[in-house]
């Protein structure tokens, strides 16, 4: 079955770095496009970043443009997000996703991990 | 950027029907996705593409899009569907994908 397993979530302080991985399982990592999606405490989702199934198109939601970069390693089944300035605002549980389709845009999310928590505060 | 509206809660009785909007500008055009959320868990797929359910949802989740509203319906309600319902969709003049901003159903 597909599995998607966050790690790398803690706390950190404001104007520094982080890194989330998300090690999947059960499918064809490669065939599918991937995302991250947030979820501030006690807030809505939030859709993060997506990354198509090679790697060759990346796509930003505009509060962290510039600031985290998404990519993929294939030969290890595995998504990364790179959170560079973080602010308290990106505090939230940050969740890996699948979309269904390799290319990921107009689309949507048929498999979501179980979340790490990223925690901004000095 | 483009809005999606939801109402903060729906409150139905077990066994009627819950239904749950989302409203955004012309969203007749686009494919609209949900999403339920229980407590402590991470969201699960339940309509895709307005209509569609995916492999194990119960019949009783349907969906329908028209105007600028789409609508998520539970049919013969249970305890079970107590949740919190997401809409999304995509974006296609920012790249962006879209959260609605969330809707608590509670079953009394």
Redesign the interface.
Known sequence: QVQLVESGGGVVQPGTSLRLSCAASGFTFSRFGLHWVRQAPGKGLEWVALTSYDGGNKYYADSVKGRFSISRDNSKDTLYLEMNSLRPEDTALYYCARDVRALGTYSYFDHWGQGALVTVSS | ?YVLTQPPSVSVAPGQTARVTCGGDNIEYK?V?W?Q?KPGQ????VV??VTDR?SGIPERFSGSNSGNTATLTISRVEAGDEA?Y?C?V?D?SS????????TKVTVL
Not at chain 2, 42 to 45: C, D, E, G, T, Y
Not at chain 2, 95 to 102: E, K, N, R
Request: glycine fraction near 8%; aromatic fraction near 20%.
């Open positions: 950027s494919s996705h999403y959320q991470a969201p699960v797929l895709h593409d995916p919190e997401y999304q995509w296609s790249d962006h994908f879209v959260f609605g901003t969330g």
